[in-house]
């Protein structure tokens, strides 16, 4: 069996190894349309974040087995910084209790420490180095709505440098080929509806076979197969801002906090920055493509990214929100200078769940995708989980966790994780007049610095 891998983000890089394991003698084609790490890819940033806090015990469960080879792999545990997660809300939420009790029974009960009122969490964020915390003053009344939890054992670690190991692992293989090209779109058999797919065409007109092809594209997938209802491409807002030598000694111990009211979350400083970001709802930016099958037009959310509107910052209201948070919990930052800022692209899908299954309607197409902005912290995993998908022998729990499923309109709102608001169309943001996008994308040098 041959096999073609669209994508060579955390999806892609880690099935490529893994199938070039398990079979040594069958070549896989790793196909990406930037020379990897993509510079809009959702998991190319300095830093996300690791934890094993779950409302679902199938994702705990596999995050224990993936925070082992974090920590224990010798390459891998120089990117992952193990800072702690304090995970908050107030009140509005029941994902914070429900994620306590699954990380209590399953992971280490020692590493966790309870949290009441706002006037504790904020403490808890700025505890110095001798272990004394800086006096909040409140109101009450503000203070007691709030609760949460630190896991003490949970982190962060650099994507991009994560996922490129990953990378560099995959084409080392001697039967991984990498090639840097777009797909336009998949090769069918023939007309019929559940025609078998036979590989992909790339926009510069060269057509690629294989006996399986994997859809690992992220946010890009809906525009190479019909994932409506599944899938949808939704934006992230997420900032930088410099501190100094003094604030980051200050801040140095404090655990990543993740407020699912507003879905807002602050890392750790590193290297003289902090990142500021917000795990919401987010923007979806619909346009008109190409139907799949060359019949007329459809209307898809498209990534807007660096790539597409170079030098664009994140719309207003984005950064109105994260320095509206800021000035809850570290209101000496709320008004810093933003020294970059990015729009990140996640996969969503209705429930948060990923979907890694053979496609149900088209013999010989793969789907591994809806990372649903929770899927690079399985890095270690997740290529063996959808080697044994491939295989049929993925256990049955994630196998029906993560199977081509009818999902109830009632669930639009991920796993529960989600911050406040609704769904936002970007292009209004920008007052965009353009409706239709025309799949172009800047071509980057060959693949030829790993």
């Known amino acids: 069996?041959?096999?073609?891998?669209?994508?060579?983000?955390?999806?892609?890089?880690?099935?490529?190894?893994?199938?070039?394991?398990?079979?040594?003698?069958?070549?896989?084609?790793?196909?990406?349309?930037?020379?990897?790490p993509s510079p809009d890819g959702s998991?190319?940033?300095?830093?996300?974040?690791?934890?094993a806090d779950y409302?679902?015990?199938?994702?705990?469960?596999?995050?224990?087995?993936?925070?082992?080879?974090w920590k224990g792999d010798r390459e891998l545990s120089q990117h992952y910084r193990p800072s702690g997660l304090l995970l908050c809300d107030e009140g509005q939420t029941g994902y914070v209790k429900e994620a306590y009790q699954v990380v209590t029974r399953l992971a280490v009960p020692q590493s966790l420490e309870p949290l009441s009122g706002l006037r504790s969490i904020k403490e808890k964020m700025r505890t110095s180095p001798s272990g004394q915390s800086d006096p909040i003053k409140m109101k009450d009344e503000e203070d007691e709505r709030w609760s949460g939890y630190v896991n003490w054992s949970s982190g962060w670690a650099d994507a991009e440098a994560s996922t490129l190991l990953f990378v560099k692992r995959a084409i080392a293989m001697k039967n991984v080929r990498f090639i840097q090209a777009q797909v336009a779109h998949l090769l069918y058999e023939n007309t019929r509806e559940d025609s078998k797919v036979l590989g992909v065409q790339s926009a510069d007109g060269r057509k690629l076979k294989a006996d399986l092809t994997i859809l690992a594209c992220g946010a890009w997938t809906a525009q190479i197969t019909d994932l409506t209802g599944h899938c949808?491409?939704?934006?992230?807002?997420?900032?930088?801002f410099k501190v100094t030598p003094e604030e980051?000694?200050?801040?140095?111990?404090?655990?990543?906090?993740?407020d699912l009211t507003s879905g807002c979350f602050l890392i750790p400083p590193h290297n003289g920055e902090m990142k500021v970001a917000r795990?919401?709802?987010?923007?979806?930016?619909?346009?008109?493509?190409?139907?799949?099958?060359?019949?007329?037009?459809?209307?898809?959310?498209?990534?807007?990214?660096?790539?597409?509107?170079?030098?664009?910052?994140?719309?207003?209201?984005?950064e109105e929100e994260l320095r509206r948070w800021l000035q809850i919990f570290t209101p000496e930052?709320?008004?810093?200078?933003?020294?970059?800022?990015?729009?990140?692209?996640?996969?969503?899908?209705?429930?948060?769940?990923?979907?890694?299954?053979?496609?149900?309607?088209?013999?010989?197409?793969?789907?591994?995708?809806?990372?649903?902005?929770?899927?690079?912290?399985?890095?270690?995993?997740l290529g063996e989980k959808i080697a044994d998908c491939v295989q049929n022998r993925l256990e049955e729990s994630l196998k029906k966790?993560?199977?081509?499923?009818?999902?109830?309109?009632?669930?639009?709102?991920?796993?529960?994780?989600?911050?406040?608001?609704?769904?936002?169309?970007?292009s209004k943001m920008y007052n965009d007049p353009a409706d239709v996008h025309n799949g172009e994308y800047p071509v980057q040098p060959p693949f030829s610095k790993l």
């Open 401 to 426: 966790l993560w199977q081509w499923k009818d999902i109830p309109k009632e669930a639009t709102r991920g796993d529960g994780s989600r911050g406040r608001g609704d769904r936002i169309d970007i």
């Open 248 to 258: 980051e000694e200050k801040y140095k111990n404090m655990p990543i906090i993740f």
């Open 232 to 240: 949808l491409s939704t934006g992230q807002v997420l900032a930088y």
């Open 43 to 51: 998991s190319v940033d300095s830093s996300r974040i690791v934890r």
């Open 279 to 318: 795990h919401a709802m987010g923007y979806e930016n619909p346009k008109k493509i190409p139907h799949w099958r060359g019949r007329g037009h459809v209307t898809v959310s498209v990534p807007r990214t660096s790539v597409t509107h170079p030098n664009e910052q994140i719309p207003a209201e984005g």
């Open 333 to 381: 930052f709320a008004n810093r200078p933003f020294t970059k800022t990015r729009v990140c692209w996640y996969t969503d899908t209705p429930t948060g769940d990923f979907v890694i299954t053979h496609h149900p309607h088209h013999q010989g197409l793969f789907i591994a995708t809806g990372g649903s902005g929770h899927g690079f912290k399985f890095l270690p995993v």
């Open 1 to 36: 069996m041959t096999f073609i891998i669209v994508g060579a983000g955390v999806f892609g890089a880690s099935t490529a190894l893994v199938l070039a394991k398990r079979y040594p003698d069958r070549e896989i084609i790793l196909i990406d349309r930037h020379q990897p």
């Open 55 to 69: 409302a679902k015990e199938e994702y705990t469960k596999l995050m224990i087995e993936a925070e082992a080879i």
